[in-house]
């Protein structure tokens, strides 16, 4: 049995089109689409990770743009589901058979969490951290007694870990072969 820890965002959702979609929710509101993408990208930079309420407050603090209460409806009732990777339910279920499964995710804990929970990815999993800081950084002080398997789509991330750990096993994508 090994221990295999996924990241989130991009690795198993869909992070580039769910972004792009909140992109064009506010274009939908009104909102230039370049103003959107530069406020995300503001949201990201200022806060240290992104959150929807961060942007929607760049949006009104630094652009002057009002975004309505129904922006908020419309998210709660996005189907998260919809931005789970192909595949990816079915390998956790056979991984899990035979693994312990760890998701490791960066981000705003509240808003890291809604993605998780409501893509309906959270029951996989044996333990679920998210951290506001680098990946490498919150796993120095655990210790693994089994082999590790990690898994992410960052390159940069991933060279950290590897630095770090050099006895993890470290893929951009689970493989086959990797358990």
Known sequence: ???????????????????TDIVERFVLHGVDRELARQAYHDTKSNMGNYTLNGHITTLRDVHSKEIPKDFYDWFETLDLESYVLPDVGSLLVELGQNHKLILLTKGENDFQNIKVTRSDLAKHFQEIHITPTQKEIFLADKIFDQEVIFINDKQDENQKIKENFPHFKVSQKYEKGDH
């Open 1 to 19: 049995m090994a221990i295999i820890i996924f990241d989130f965002d991009d690795t198993l959702f869909d992070t580039k089109r769910f972004n």
